[in-house]
């Protein structure tokens, strides 16, 4: 690769060397990586996926995972302003909403930002793993996993003004043109972690310009924020990486309730899902029988369960599993609905599964997702490997061997697996 140095901006003339990249560069400067082939995002299949993720449970419900400011004000009711599939093209879309948000208010500048965004498009994930594995080899799976951002707009600047996140952040520029402005410090002194109005600060500042195509990355100790170029619209997909300020809650999250898409915008989300208690904390008077409140015992029984250790390491290995078969990209694009599979069907492996015996079941896991299974390590390991071979083979071969009531446990995981699109039919 070739490298210029723009102050503490490296601009690489690809292809994209992820041991050059590892070495002189994660953790330590930002970089512009200029025209990244193959990309993990195409633009068509990010518009669809940002028509499934901003759809509203009703006319005036956000969904969990997005955001849409006018100006400098976030819309608590914007589903009229939400892509629609007849727009066809984010160009599309933001000609509508350039004569709707006229009609408004005087303001037409707007900014969309989509969180969990890898869980809307099965392909757009299965390539966005598939360009960061790599990476992870080099530098460890992320322990609570990477996140992905949406940004489109004709926004003046990021809506939550110069900041720094927990993330190293690696921007892929879609289409039109985008300003990122960093600061290596944090240049104001006031106590407060974000700034709208940073005009003053410009001079300490240095800029990056990613054109469609493009990839820049920057660590997570960089402030940054996000401008458009002469008021036109920009697309781009972030995706971070966490490397600072790791908290407990993340992991604890995912051991009590799972990683769903809500969870991933807000890390709090998660735990108000756990059932209040219904019984009033308070009491008349001290407790003379050494009892406690019945709100404290209902809140005791709740996790008691969590005390088993048996059901702990059944969570704790599901929850690995998950996590090492999406490549750290959780919450995965749901599965697809089961079909049966009868003897004379071909299939073979299309992605890995993982499997992990625990209390006397089998725990297997594809493309973020597990299943349980009464077969055991013995029976399920020579059938995976039969279809990891370069031929498909039929289901009656891959179940032949086994006794009658473990063959039709074998087609229930073959046809889970198919859902979990680990499978393709031959």
Known sequence: ?????????????????????????????????????????????VFAATTLATRPAGPYLMPPTAQFAVGRFQQSEPANWFPRAEDGTFDGYRRRLDAELAAFSKETRYALVVHAFHAFHAGQWERQRAFFEPLWERTGLPLSGAITTLFHGTYEHTPVGVHRDRFATFLFALEGRKRMRFWRERPWTEPVTSVLDYQPHLATSFTAEPEPGDLLYWPAAYYHVGESIDG?????????VPREAHRAVHDLDDLLLGRTPDAMVDPHAALVRLP????????????TDGALPEALEQTLRLFQEYRDPDRMQDRVVSVALRNWSASGLCPAPPPEAPQPLDDGTAVRARARVLSRPVGGALLCAANGHVLRSSLTRQQVEPLLRRLTEREPVLVGELTAGLPSAAREEARRLLEALESFRALTRG
Request: glycine share 6%; charged share 15%; net charge negative.
């Open 1 to 45: 690769m070739t490298t210029t140095h723009v102050t503490d901006l490296a601009v690489l003339q690809g292809p994209l060397d992820w041991d050059e990249f590892a070495a002189l560069y994660w953790d330590r400067r930002p970089v512009l990586i200029k025209a990244v082939s193959p990309a993990p995002f195409e633009l068509r299949e």
């Open 232 to 240: 036109g619209s920009a697309t781009s997909v972030n995706v971070g």
């Open 276 to 287: 209040a208690a219904t019984a009033p904390l308070s009491v008349p008077g001290p407790p």
